[in-house]
């Protein structure tokens, strides 16, 4: 007798990953991430920045709407994760109200004593608790705790930090500066479409400079809140 052998299973496929990212913070990934992560998705943030906006007049929901924008966008973008410009609506955001409220006074209560401190303590605690806000909003950390964490999670990286942010922010600035001037040379003098033309690239050049910032913060935790655990 032949011997039948039943055809082998095609292997289930295997759910798609996330590229690994580098363990160590340096600058050039700092800026390549930013600018990466924040022009991939770069409508859905500007989608996001406008609902933020349109809503910013309703009290209660503006706090949660703030937070989604400025802390929930760049745990979503750490994770690699698609944004869906709606999120800014969840619950959750508007739930974590109370310590995010105490955590920004925690902040600008420290940050301006340090500036007293003839301005560079200042500037170094603005670095050292930039993952702050994401840590509590992730991790459910309370305020002082947040803050605790993200001084840790930052040493040692301070100046990487400090000048990767201002590089992104001038290497974006400085190119869209240039664009807006452009503009403003090319189109006819006082007439409405040059005001509708200038104001649509307004927006649209801020948006960036959010995406690229939203970016920055994304892979600086990425890389960064892990040694918080």
Do not use: H
């Given at each position: 007798m032949t011997e039948q052998t039943t055809p082998s299973q095609p292997a289930a496929p295997s759910e798609p990953t996330a590229p690994t990212l580098p363990e160590v913070l340096t600058?050039?990934?700092?800026l390549s991430y930013s600018f990466r992560w924040g022009f991939g998705q770069y409508f859905r943030i500007l989608l996001a920045s406008l609902l933020w906006v349109l809503t910013l007049w309703i009290p209660y929901v503006n706090v949660g709407t703030t937070i989604a924008l400025t802390a929930g966008i760049p745990l979503l973008?750490?994770?690699?994760?698609?944004?869906?410009?709606?999120?800014?609506?969840?619950?959750?955001?508007?739930?974590?109200?109370?310590?995010w409220l105490l955590l920004m006074v925690l902040l600008i209560f420290g940050i301006v004593a340090g500036l007293l401190f003839?301005?560079?303590p200042g500037l170094v605690l603005t670095i050292g608790w930039v993952l702050a806000p994401?840590?509590?909003?992730?991790?459910?950390?309370?305020?002082?705790?947040?803050?605790?964490?993200?001084?840790?999670?930052?040493?040692?990286?301070?100046?990487?930090?400090?000048?990767g942010r201002l590089a992104v922010q001038l290497l974006y600035f400085i190119?869209?500066?240039?664009?807006?001037?452009?503009?403003?040379?090319?189109l006819p003098e006082g007439e409405a479409?040059?005001?509708?033309?200038?104001?649509?690239?307004?927006?649209?050049?801020?948006?960036g400079l959010v995406a690229v910032d939203l970016g920055y913060l994304g892979y600086a935790y990425a890389v960064l809140g892990k040694r918080s655990e």
């Open positions: 600058f050039g990934d700092l973008l750490s994770r690699q994760q698609r944004i869906d410009p709606t999120i800014i609506f969840d619950r959750r955001y508007r739930d974590a109200m109370a310590d003839f301005v560079i994401l840590l509590l909003v992730d991790r459910g950390s309370t305020p002082t705790e947040a803050l605790r964490l993200s001084w840790r999670a930052t040493l040692g990286e301070k100046w990487t930090l400090f000048f190119p869209a500066a240039i664009i807006g001037a452009i503009l403003v040379a090319v479409i040059t005001g509708v033309v200038l104001g649509i690239y307004g927006v649209l050049a801020y948006a």
